[in-house]
């Protein structure tokens, strides 16, 4: 009375069916969102009735259009909802099953089941999104009552549509194994418009059972049902049209032996039937409620012998009994007859024990080997537990097992009406929830609503802060069953991991761990190897994560971007763990040496492709230049990653193979290098650009090189000090450096943050923001900007042509980044992506100019040249990936013993590396030139 008192200022009306207050909201919106993660997933939360009483009460209500939901859109139409496709605008958004991560709207309230509550792995990225995006999420699963309950459920529907699937199943499980039975003429809950057509079907077959119809050599049929909620009692529901006879569960073994084969027998088990102290047999509920451990299961041993089919209606908590482990099954079905022959014709089972329908679905729980649910599509598995695998076939030994996660599915219109009546009292609170404001600040919430919101505000709300904790204690148990010969941690999911992985999962004896932020591309890496453990990490925000993660391996291979290696290098450190990179070794991880050597570790960086080949084709050659006497008068190396010819078709005759906004950002950077004994310095912001040279050494490809970074540091680690010529630089198609002078022109390439690129600053079209950058009204006309532009990138034909052909005169949204560099990447990312078929190329040439001692002057030319596999590894992958492989091998091996922060200069580094990587297909040429 209370509560209701409190909030009576807020109340608008009582819900006619239940006298629940419904709330005022002055901004509340309702979405009903389309669901679209199973094409079986034909429910919606809500019934029409349930929506014409959220308009009648004035709410807003939008539902998203979809052909596959089972009720059609023009009832809820007619309901007074508005059927678009945009619900943004909505403050709740609702639906059943999870929707995809990429079309989460921040700051909004979801409503749907998010199956996250167990930190279940493959919802986890869900879960990061959800937080990220400041997204408030309402559980259905936590909506309980003050004893536990849940009170919005599609419990009862499980139970029903699982109890048809498995008759229908059963039906087919019999004939495989020679006998035809009334249950051939059930079929799948979805085959049927609603449930009375089913129940029809299944008293048909109960008639013919009746009659003595079921063959007399399969003996009396008995059913076991798990569980008292709703989802044990809509199964039985549908039993219940069976002849059927429910009996006691320690009268089942009599029954199963001798009873009348005119009807089913059935016993609902409760765990006082089966749960016994390990000590004494006895059964206490209060103990067991608080210590499980003490207790195990006699089901295997006392009731499974006796059953034709488990329904299972209960989930598993770790440390509790199992109904029935891998072993259980074993014993069961060991003892399988031999059959005669000459009883073909009405042949004994091989076994009693034929099915389990497991409505739970909660894979390897009570059911030790139910390690996978079945589908809609695909209902039906077999257990072979002797060989302990499962395969689709009716026929032989085995457990034929349902485990359909969906089952309300293929009942949908009734599914939905009975999810609605028990949503519906709950709604009118949910639609004052605001997630923009602080959770503990919504005062209107019921102890039901408030203990079911998951997250708020960008993180777990105090009661599922657990959920973290259970994830990394998951992925700890995970990273400890490692082998003891090797434990990888590799930190990126990117383009050039792929190598890497794949090179370390050739042996079974090393274990790989793979950490990264971006969910879909962990996934997609880790999908094909065996002995690799995906764990999602955000290197800036989850030190403390990072740290366990480094503590539990021998060596870290971070290919993450280089602005996060000195972190890495600070807990690799910390831990005493070895530490290999490949990329260029900056001044902040230089001071950590005497940090490293200290600790007793190695930290080798720049073992990819640039930094790293050219690295080790250089000190190779120079090393035999001293070996030989002679001095290294210059040094000259340029490398480039590009589409193959027949593949750069675009006017940039570019594409990327790595990161978009690293390619645009190293064509910013400062560049210092030495030319005939002449320093040239040029200023950061594109200068270099003006350096580009043709390079005519393979005059097919019709290269340009561009200087790059500071090619005279490399002097001193070289150990040639004494070269008049250090020059380090990027090669592109021809034309290139002229084309992307005239993105700086304009001003696209700048790193700097954007105001008009904010997350608070208004939507703004590509064509708007040339305008600005061109200092014109974002309201000019495109031929305006046109005429601007082209002035402005000094009328060069080719670079308007590749405005025009980049689309940046259009009016197409501008996807908002950190600054308009990074959205520039974005925009022109998949415009100069390679295409499924396609493939690229890397060129790396190193020319190295000796003078001997007689004073003849030798170049050595070492040349590399490796093209990308369609549908595998690009060339920059492997190239950057394998050399960085092989060296954290060689450390994890042993062969590397040097401590501290250094590269591959050394010949029992480098010399090991370039005669491995021939075997992945690097293969480098040398020639000669002598003047």
Not at 872 to 877: D, E, K, L, T, V
Request: charged share 20%; aromatic share 8%.
């Amino acid at each position: 009375m209370y509560w209701l008192l409190r909030h009576k200022s807020r109340a608008l009306s009582l819900c006619l069916r239940c006298g629940h207050p419904r709330y005022q909201h002055h901004t509340a919106i309702l979405a009903l969102r389309r669901e679209d993660i199973n094409v079986w997933e034909r429910r919606a939360p809500l019934a029409p009735r349930h929506i014409k009483e959220l308009t009648s009460a004035g709410y807003k209500v939008l539902v998203q259009p979809s052909n596959r939901r089972a009720i059609h859109e023009q009832h809820y139409r007619q309901a007074g909802a508005i059927i678009q496709e945009d619900i943004s605008e909505a403050t709740i958004i609702i639906g059943v099953k999870r929707p995809p991560v990429e079309k989460l709207i921040p700051r909004k309230t979801y409503a749907f089941f998010s199956h996250t509550i167990k930190a279940q792995e493959a919802n986890m990225p869900l879960l990061d999104a959800i937080i990220e995006k400041e997204i408030r999420l309402i559980d259905y699963e936590k909506m309980v009552d003050s004893k536990g309950t849940r009170v919005v459920a599609f419990g009862q529907w499980a139970g029903v549509a699982g109890m048809i699937n498995i008759l229908h199943g059963l039906g087919l499980r019999f004939l495989a194994l020679g006998h035809h039975t009334p249950f051939m003429h059930i079929g799948m809950s979805h085959n049927y418009r609603n449930s009375a057509q089913a129940v029809q079907a299944v008293r048909d077959c109960g008639y013919e059972i009746s009659l003595g119809l079921m063959p007399k050599s399969i003996g009396p049929v008995t059913f076991v049902f798990t569980g008292t909620g709703n989802v044990s009692k809509g199964a039985q529901e549908i039993f219940n049209e069976l002849p059927c006879e429910f009996v006691e569960p320690h009268e089942l073994r009599d029954v199963f032996r001798s009873g009348d084969q005119n009807k089913i027998y059935s016993t609902v088990l409760s765990r006082h039937h089966h749960l016994v102290r390990k000590s004494d047999g006895k059964y206490d509920p209060v103990e067991y409620q608080h210590h499980p451990k003490l207790y195990t299961s006699r089901f295997s041993t006392d009731i499974a012998p006796y059953t034709t089919c488990l329904v299972n209606g209960i989930y598993w908590e770790p440390d509790t009994p199992r109904l029935l482990t891998r072993t259980d099954a074993q014993s069961l079905l060991g003892s399988a007859k031999i059959l005669d022959p000459a009883s073909d014709g009405c042949p004994d089972l091989p076994h009693r024990f034929l099915a389990i329908c497991d409505i739970s679905a909660d894979t390897g729980g009570s059911i030790e080997f139910m390690t996978e649910c079945t589908t809609i599509d695909m209902p039906f598995c077999m257990y072979d537990a002797e060989k302990q695998s499962i395969h689709d076939s009716f026929e032989g030994n085995g457990i034929l097992m349902c485990s359909i996660d969906n089952l309300p599915a293929q009942l949908p219109i009734e599914a939905t009406e009975y999810f609605g009546d028990k949503l519906c009292p709950y709604l009118w609170e949910m639609l004052a929830s605001d997630a923009t404001q602080p959770f503990e600040k919504e005062s209107s919430f019921t102890p039901v609503i408030r203990n079911a919101v998951i997250a708020s505000n960008g993180a777990l709300t105090p009661k599922f802060k657990y959920i973290q904790k259970m994830r990394g204690k998951r992925e700890s148990a995970q990273i400890r069953t490692m082998s003891p010969k090797g434990r990888v941690l590799l930190l990126g999911a990117g383009y050039v991991s792929g190598p890497v992985l794949e090179y370390f999962t050739r042996d079974t004896d090393i274990e790989v761990t793979v950490a990264a932020i971006q969910t879909d591309q962990l996934e997609k890496l880790v999908a094909n190897h065996n002995h690799t453990t995906p764990v999602t990490l955000d290197v800036q925000r989850e030190r403390g994560k990072l740290s366990e993660l480094v503590k539990s391996h021998d060596i870290v291979i971070s290919l993450l971007p280089g602005n996060f290696h000195p972190t890495v290098m600070e807990e690799c450190i910390k831990q005493k763990v070895n530490m290999v990179t490949a990329s260029y070794q900056s001044p902040e991880m230089t001071e950590m040496h005497q940090s490293a050597l200290d600790a007793g570790i190695t930290i080798l960086n720049e073992v990819g492709l640039d930094p790293g080949l050219d690295h080790m084709l250089a000190m190779n050659r120079i090393d035999e230049a001293k070996a030989q006497g002679s001095t290294v008068e210059s040094y000259q190396s340029f490398c480039g990653g590009l589409p193959a010819p027949e593949c750069s078709d675009n006017p940039l005759g570019y594409k990327f193979s790595w990161s978009p906004s690293g390619a645009l950002i190293n064509t910013i950077r400062p560049a210092i290098f030495l030319m005939n004994g002449e320093v040239v310095d040029i200023a950061a912001g594109g200068a270099a650009l003006d350096y580009a040279r043709p390079m005519s050494f393979f005059p097919g490809f019709n290269l340009e090189g561009i200087p790059n970074r500071d090619s005279i540091k490399y002097g001193k680690p070289f150990g040639i000090e004494s070269a008049r010529t250090l020059l380090r630089g990027s090669l592109r198609y021809r034309g290139y450096a002229n084309t992307v002078k005239g993105f700086h022109k304009i001003g696209l390439i700048n790193p700097d943050p954007c105001p008009l690129l904010s997350p608070d600053a208004p939507p703004i079209t590509w064509r708007e923001l040339m305008c600005t950058l061109v200092g014109i009204p974002p309201s000019s006309s495109v031929q305006s900007l046109e005429e601007v532009v082209y002035e402005k990138i000094e009328r060069d034909e080719h670079r308007m042509n590749t405005l025009n052909w980049l689309g940046l005169f259009k009016d197409e949204p501008v996807e908002k980044g950190q600054s308009l560099l990074e959205s520039f990447a974005k925009h022109i990312e998949p415009k100069l992506s390679y295409a499924p078929g396609e493939r690229d190329l890397v060129v790396l040439r190193n020319d190295v100019g000796i003078r001997h001692p007689s004073g003849q002057l030798e170049t050595k030319h070492d040349s590399l040249v490796v093209y990308g596999d369609v549908g595998g590894f690009s060339a920059m992958a492997k190239t950057v990936g394998y050399p960085c492989a092989i060296a954290a091998e060689m450390v994890l091996d042993g062969e590397i013993t040097n401590k501290g922060v250094f590269g591959p200069l050394t010949k029992d580094i480098y010399q090991p590396i370039l005669d491995r990587i021939k075997a992945e297909g690097i293969v480098y040429t040398s020639t000669t030139t002598c003047t």
